[in-house]
């Protein structure tokens, strides 16, 4: 006659399920729980069955890359967790990452470890500082030791206010940008060449072509070298024109030259 087996009720230390066995210190349901419980025990005991059997380990590796090196497992791979079919998103899978993530918590793996002088020192830039004046709304703010050189806003709203300002433009515009190169940007004409000055041009000419008498918007009237020479930049050399007249300026050079020295330019500029 078989002895009867005495069960007892456990509780599974990583799925946390109820199961009954015949030993008093069961702390698993299955060997696949025990296994995710404790990942290094499990490598060790594969480690010594490979070392038994290199052969068998050859032969599951060869065997693995087939089945994952073929285009149509990967995408039956692809397939099988898209969306809905994700087992991340079961509430099982989902309450069983959570409890591994707690217990990594409570081992101390996801912890950083930093070393007492590092702990005071951070401690310390945090008490010692200073407070100082935001650089565009003007407030009060404290800032720690370590920052105490650097910061000049008080926060992301008034760093990015200050990017967008007129003065930020001015102050990062030619030689005061960091990748100021001399003004080759306007190569083949000199720095001093640009929107201001053309600007100026137009405005003593009335925003109109010397030539038609048109009032093109400012795109379409370029301003012209009277002597073709891009580095003369005198009021009294530059002409506005429009994109039509001045494409008839580039050939025939002399006659056009003397033609707004003597008839143009007299008109405003007395040498």
Known sequence: MKKSIEKYGF??????????????????????????????????SLK?????????KEEMSLLISKMFSRPEAKEKLRRDKLGDRNPAKRPEVREKIKRTVERLWELGVYRRHRKPETK????DSLRNGDYKICEFCGKQFWVCKGTLDERR???????????????YVKVMSGKGNPNWRGGTSRLPYPYEFGEELKEIVRTIWGNICVVCLEEPDNENLSTHHVDYNKNNNELANLLPLCRNCHSLTLSNRKFWEEYFRTEIIPLVFVY
């Open 11 to 44: 509780i599974c230390l990583h799925c946390r399920k109820k199961f009954n066995g015949d030993r008093k210190k069961r702390k698993f349901c299955s060997r696949v729980c025990a296994n995710r419980f404790n990942p290094e025990g499990r490598s060790k």
């Open 48 to 56: 010594k069955f490979w070392d038994k059997h290199p052969e068998k």
């Open 120 to 123: 005071k020192k951070i401690r």
């Open 153 to 167: 806003f008080c926060g992301e709203e008034c760093h990015s206010g200050y990017m967008k300002s007129d003065e």
